[in-house]
């Protein structure tokens, strides 16, 4: 059974790739001779990790730029490569760990760690995955994700909780989501590591919707006024789409 499902989801991706345009839920099935029901449960799922979109004024289906970054690079090579160059930059300017990660069904997997030099830190290892909702890169990620995507993942998150706790999470993220957005970055305070706060920005602006940058500081190196200017710099590099060179120029 389960080897059946992974043909159909194949042959999906297939279809996707070979008309190179986004198809309806009814193209689809009779292309791949699926019934409705099934091809919409694959593709549902595929949405769900990443390697379908779809479009926004008729809902068809297409090949994400995830499912493209595997095939022509690596996942994590493709994404080492256009993000470096900026995660590099603020690691110059403040001397802080810098991270990179990508969203997976529910979780963010570190894909990349530039570390800071400095003696007291907190660091996690390329490979290494954390719930998206307790992490900055994750909100940062889910806050402009399309809006039925956003939902069914945040209820994905709920459901790995408690019940009795369901609800107050929920209204807790969907509020920081919100924050996000309005911030244009995502904060998250003590929540993964006691004494560390971490501040990110999704990846949008290089074509990359399901990652984010962000930057890991002890709380104690960072006050107020400090803390401010690492959210313009990360802000800065958003407006310039992540150009290192503009950044500099902006900081110099």
């Known amino acids: 059974m389960a ?15 070979r008309t190179g345009r986004p198809l309806s839920l009814a193209e689809l099935a009779e292309e791949t001779r699926q019934p409705k029901p099934s091809a919409f449960r694959i593709l549902r799922s595929l949405r769900d990790l990443g390697y379908v979109d779809q479009t926004e004024e008729r809902g068809n289906y297409r090949l994400s730029e995830r499912l493209k970054s595997l095939h022509e690079y690596g996942r994590d090579e ?8 900026v995660m590099q930059k603020i690691h110059g300017i403040f001397d802080e760990t810098v991270n990179l990660g990508a969203l997976e069904g ?49 209820d994905k998150a709920c459901a790995m909780e408690p019940a009795s706790r369901r609800k ?13 957005r309005k911030r244009g970055c995502a904060i ?28 890991s500081v002890p709380i104690h190196r960072f006050p107020p006024a400090r803390r401010l200017e690492l959210q313009q710099t990360l802000l800065e590099c958003r407006r310039t789409a992540l150009n290192p060179r503009k950044v500099a120029a902006g900081n110099a």
């Open 168 to 180: 107050a999470i929920r209204a807790r993220l969907e509020t920081e989501l919100e924050a996000t």
């Open 78 to 85: 493709a994404l080492r490569e256009k993000a470096l160059p």
């Open 106 to 154: 529910v979780y963010i997997r570190y894909a990349h760690v530039v570390e800071t030099t400095q003696a007291l830190r907190s660091i996690v290892k390329p490979g290494a995955r954390d719930a998206f909702h307790t992490t900055a890169l994750g909100r940062a990620v889910a806050a402009y994700l399309p809006e039925v995507q956003q939902t069914r993942l945040v």
């Open 188 to 215: 998250e305070e003590e929540e993964t590591v006691p004494g560390v706060m971490c501040v990110a920005i999704p990846l949008l602006e290089l074509g990359e919707p399901l990652a984010a940058i962000s930057v």
């Open 3 to 17: 080897i059946a499902v992974i043909d159909k989801a194949f042959s999906i991706l297939e279809v996707l790739a």
